[in-house]
T-cell receptor
Framework: DSGVTQTPKHLITATGQRVTLRCSPRSGDLSVYWYQQSLDQGLQFLIQYYNGEERAKGNILERFSAQQFPDLHSELNLSSLELGDSALYFC????????????????FGNGTRLTVT | AQSVTQLDSQVPVFEEAPVELRCNYSSSVSVYLFWYVQYPNQGLQLLLKYLSGSTLVKGINGFEAEFNKSQTSFHLRKPSVHISDTAEYFCAVSEIRSNYQLIWGAGTKLIIKP
């Protein structure tokens, strides 16, 4: 058990809809990362937050947004969903600010599988 | 731009045989190197990491990797695989130019044949 909790585990929705994915990081971790994993694109980094502030942005679409709350949990909002947004969305956490820092690994949740129909 | 290449998308191997999963990266500066494993229906977990020092790194579950700076490689090896090693393996690199954000390889699926 990595200590990172993601809800829901599965989500099925229709095109054009909006969904919110939730992540609770490991106790004590201040950084939260969001990743998208799909068969054609592989593992794509979306965005990172550290202690409530956005720290790094990857290949995140404008239709997607995220935030980290004072209790350090994070939410990823996906709107105007398209079929191509179907993927596994992972949250990961680490205690450090700057990317991996000095060797601190990422701890991944088990993901939310999003299916857009 | 930095990149990580995992040369094989799938590696089939018989149980108890040795295996090597290849990873090459493009970078001219000091890097940190990682291997993560993703078991079916799970998130990724750290297998091993290279930060500095000895180029041979030992990880969990009997895996090891060797950092080769001249060949910019970080290949993962195990002398004898088990059916429980069936998973996807990801190589990742971080360096100061990317503010230590991880650059990921595309992954290699290890398929163990009985």
């Amino acid at each position: 058990d990595s200590g990172v909790t993601q809800t829901p585990k599965h989500l099925i929705t229709a095109t054009g809809q909006r969904v919110t994915l939730r992540c609770s990081p490991r106790s004590g971790d201040l950084s939260v990362y969001w990743y998208q994993q799909s068969l054609d694109q592989g593992l794509q980094f979306l965005i990172q937050y550290y202690n409530g502030e956005e720290r790094a942005k990857g290949n995140i679409l404008e239709r997607f947004s995220a935030q980290q709350f004072p209790d350090l949990h994070s939410e990823l909002n996906l709107s105007s969903l398209e079929l191509g947004d179907s993927a596994l969305y992972f949250c990961a956490s680490s205690p450090v600010q700057g990317g991996i820092g000095v060797g601190s690994p990422l701890h991944f949740g088990n993901g939310t599988r999003l299916t857009v129909t | 731009a930095q990149s990580v290449t995992q040369l094989d998308s799938q590696v089939p191997v018989f149980e108890e045989a040795p295996v090597e999963l290849r990873c090459n990266y493009s970078s001219s500066v000091s890097v940190y190197l990682f291997w993560y494993v993703q078991y079916p229906n799970q998130g990724l977990q750290l297998l091993l990491k290279y930060l500095s020092g000895s180029t041979l790194v030992k990880g969990i579950n009997g895996f090891e990797a060797e950092f080769n700076k001249s060949q910019t490689s970080f290949h993962l090896r195990k002398p004898s695989v088990h059916i429980s090693d069936t998973a996807e393996y990801f190589c990742a690199v971080s360096e100061i130019r990317s503010n230590y954000q991880l650059i990921w390889g595309a992954g290699t699926k290890l398929i163990i044949k009985p």
